[in-house]
């Protein structure tokens, strides 16, 4: 049977697709021989990320109110994007090595003011994605800013239009516009600019000085290499954990660099509550540092507690009300200053199929030991 054009249609995101991954293989600078095994990594990551609706392009068509609410929270909560997604994004190739390619950014010359220096040292770590950088990296990422006066009415940068810079706000009020509809206001901090350099893909949303300001902007290379160097540092990080977690050290590799692109990190203070007995389950905990108490009520007066368990580095909790579609049994309390390494529902189920039958053995296990607590304390 003979088709003419006529006869085809094209999928909505089709282009905007395949000119993501053409960018993509040209900035990488990918060899002929790795083509095929690029193009599947590349290709598996679009379509994760897309599946858990991380990733959102814009196609031609003018958007629908659900897609526009979802770029909307995007722009709202960019620390998710760095807690769960920088990492996926960055890590489509294999051209970077952290044992070899240490953060060796080319030295320039780039004159700055002590309140200049000082600002970009303070504001750096506070920013997606480089809060992972010691101070001798930061050092490194200072020298490459570049400063840059803005006038009001200004546009930085356009909606559906390549990117080539990474902006952080010193003084000045910015708004961020999609379909023309404000998104977003920066009033004199924050920073834009990011996404659209790590997905290599055209801009989400438009930005428009709404008075005179300072900013400071990384060009697109520098920041990709730095991105690619966090993200690798941070996976190494998690791998090294969970291959001494018990319950994960029976995945495979590939397993466990998956699980560790998935994991991001809390912080807690002592006497924070991480969750509470009773809520609605979202995610399962891992103890990097600290500890963590695991607490019930009792029955007969529900204002008393009994602690279950203290979980302490490379200890687990959470995982029984994901594993059963449970509420939460009980309330966890950190007792130290605690760093937790954190998986969510949907990876949970996506990525710990070898290990869920270990983890409902041990929660029957601890059901039993809750049950002899409870007995003792009647």
């Not at 006529?6 to 790795?34: A, H, Q, Y």
């Not at 814009?58 to 909307?72: A, G, L, P, V």
């Not at 920013?127 to 800013?145: C, K, N």
């Not at 029984?320 to 529902?345: K, M, P, S």
Request: with cysteine.
């Amino acid at each position: 049977m003979n088709y003419s054009m006529n006869d085809v249609t094209i999928p909505n995101g089709l282009r905007e697709m395949l000119e993501g991954f053409v960018r993509s293989v040209i900035l990488s600078k990918i060899k002929s021989r790795d083509l095929y095994k690029y193009a599947y990594q590349y290709f598996r990551e679009y379509y994760l990320s897309n599946k858990t609706s991380t990733k959102i392009m814009i196609s031609d068509d003018i958007m629908d109110d659900q897609t526009e609410e979802s770029i909307r929270a995007t722009y709202e909560n960019l620390d998710e994007y760095e807690n769960r997604y920088i990492t996926r994004a960055v890590l489509f190739g294999d051209t970077f090595n952290p044992e070899i390619d240490k953060l060796n950014l080319p030295k320039i010359k780039n004159e700055k003011s002590f309140e200049e220096y000082d600002f970009l040292q303070q504001s750096i770590p506070k920013t997606l994605p480089f809060r992972a950088l010691d101070y001798e990296q930061i050092e490194q990422v200072v020298q490459h800013f570049e400063l840059y006066h803005v006038k009001s009415e200004q546009i930085l940068m356009r909606e559906k239009e390549q990117g080539d810079y990474f902006y952080l706000v010193q003084t000045g009020i910015y708004e961020a516009l999609i379909n023309d509809k404000q998104v977003k206001i920066y009033n004199n901090e924050g920073s834009f600019g990011e996404l659209a350099l790590l997905y290599n893909q055209t801009r989400l949303a438009t930005i428009r000085a709404l008075t005179d300001g300072k900013l400071w902007r990384l060009n697109r290379e520098i920041f990709s290499q730095v991105t690619r160097f966090v993200a690798f540092k941070k996976r190494q990080r998690h791998l090294e954990f969970i291959k001494k977690c018990q319950i994960l050290q029976n995945m495979n590799e590939k397993e466990m660099l998956d699980v560790a692109d998935a994991l991001k990190c809390e912080e807690y203070k002592r006497g924070d509550t991480i969750i509470y007995e009773g809520d609605l389950a979202d995610a399962m905990y891992f103890v990097k540092s600290g500890s963590v108490e695991i607490r019930i009520r009792e029955s007969s007066n529900k204002s008393d507690f009994i602690v279950v368990k203290i979980c302490q580095s490379g200890d687990y909790f959470g995982e029984r009300a994901l594993l059963y579609n449970e509420r939460r049994a009980a309330t966890a309390v950190a007792i130290t200053y605690c760093q937790l390494l954190v998986l969510d529902r949907a990876d949970f189920n996506r990525l710990l199929g070898s290990a869920k039958d270990v983890l409902k053995r041990k929660a029957k296990d601890y059901k039993t030991i809750v049950k002899d607590i409870q007995n003792k304390h009647m």
